[in-house]
Structure formats: structure tokens, C-alpha cells
């Protein structure tokens, strides 16, 4: 399951038009630290577009989804950290994958 915690307003590249992305976020997880060796909490985010105006985009804030937040590989690309500032080189980016049943409910309804 995940959640809306918010939307943005965005402008296509190269372009004057503009969309709405909404902002996901999964449940809480414990993830060990590769330097500290401690636990420290954390959820996995993702953005994906959407065919919302804003006023529909806000009403949305809240809302429960079924499915969840999943790594996907991907092109290296440099990353500043929030906290700190510090770059970093990575190789994934996270995704919205939709609840494996209910999408092949969507499939064989449109059969």
C-alpha cells in the first residue's frame, strides 16, 4: 500500500506546457546502515505523472493505493543528498508498481 503525500506542478522540457506528478510514499521500513552498522527508519518515494488538475491533485493528498514502491535499475546519474550535500553516482531510481492481481483484473476487463 501507498500513500499520496502530496503533488507537484511541473513544466514538460522544452516546452510551455505543464502536468501535475503526484509524490507516493510507502510504508515505514528499517534499513541497516552500511557505515554504522545501526537501524535507522525510512520509506521509499516516488513520483508519477497524472491527467489531475491541481484542485483534484490536493483532494488526492491522502489517499491509500494499492501496490508498492520497487527499485528499478537505470542509467547512472549524480545525486546530491539532502543532509549533507554530497554527490553520489547511482545506478536506480524507485517506481509505482500497481498490485500484481489488480492489474490483470484491468487487463481481462478490457478483453
Known amino acids: 500500500m501507498v ?5 507537484n506542478l511541473r513544466t514538460k522540457e522544452g516546452s510551455d506546457k505543464s502536468f ?3 509524490q507516493l ?3 515505514l521500513e528499517m534499513v541497516q546502515s552500511q557505515g554504522t552498522g545501526r537501524f535507522y527508519a525510512t520509506a521509499r518515494r516516488c513520483s508519477i505523472s497524472s491527467t489531475f488538475d491541481e484542485a483534484t491533485a490536493k483532494r488526492m493528498v491522502g489517499a491509500q493505493i494499492l501496490g508498492n514502491i ?3 535499475e537505470c542509467e ?4 546530491t543528498v539532502p543532509e549533507t550535500g554530497e554527490i553520489v553516482n547511482l545506478t536506480y531510481t524507485w517506481d509505482y ?3 500484481e ?3 490483470k483484473e484491468r487487463v481481462l476487463d478490457v478483453a
Do not use: N, W
Open 3 to 7: 500513500t499520496v503525500t502530496g503533488y
Open 20 to 22: 501535475i506528478t503526484l
Open 76 to 79: 547512472q546519474y549524480e545525486y
Open 25 to 27: 510514499e510507502g510504508s
Open 97 to 99: 508498481q500497481p498490485e
Open 101 to 103: 492481481a489488480k492489474v
Open 70 to 72: 520497487v527499485r528499478v
